[in-house]
């Protein structure tokens, strides 16, 4: 973590962005647009979600400014605001994998 001083203010932000991160709907619609913008459409088929659930959750992620949007004709195109926010999954997705090794390894009584 960077050396920033955790004010009440900067604390609420950072569960706010967490909170961002706690639902698996928009974690698939992240993982999604990994390779790139798509449109509400696009995230439907893709996610088999509803339009009204994929645009509720893209609002989210475009308040906690984890997508971006962009305007072309008709159309928005959603998009990742920065790639880092795989860097947390990353870390988390590392961590459950050695707790699941742990787990494995104690059952198997080794």
């Known amino acids: 973590m960077s050396n920033a001083k955790l004010t009440a203010p900067l604390m609420a932000l950072v569960a706010e962005r967490f909170k ?14 990994r390779g790139g913008e798509m449109t509400v459409s696009e995230l439907v ?48 997705c590392g961590r459950i994998e050695r707790e699941m090794a742990s787990r494995r390894k104690m059952l198997s009584g080794r």
């Open 20 to 33: 961002a991160l706690g639902e698996p709907a928009r974690l698939q619609i992240l993982n999604c647009l």
């Open 45 to 92: 088929e893709r996610t088999g979600m509803g339009q009204a659930n994929v645009s509720k959750h893209l609002q989210f992620l475009h308040r906690a400014d984890f997508v971006k949007r962009r305007k072309d004709g008709v159309f928005t195109y959603y998009a990742l605001a920065d790639k880092d926010v795989f860097s947390l999954c990353d870390l988390m």
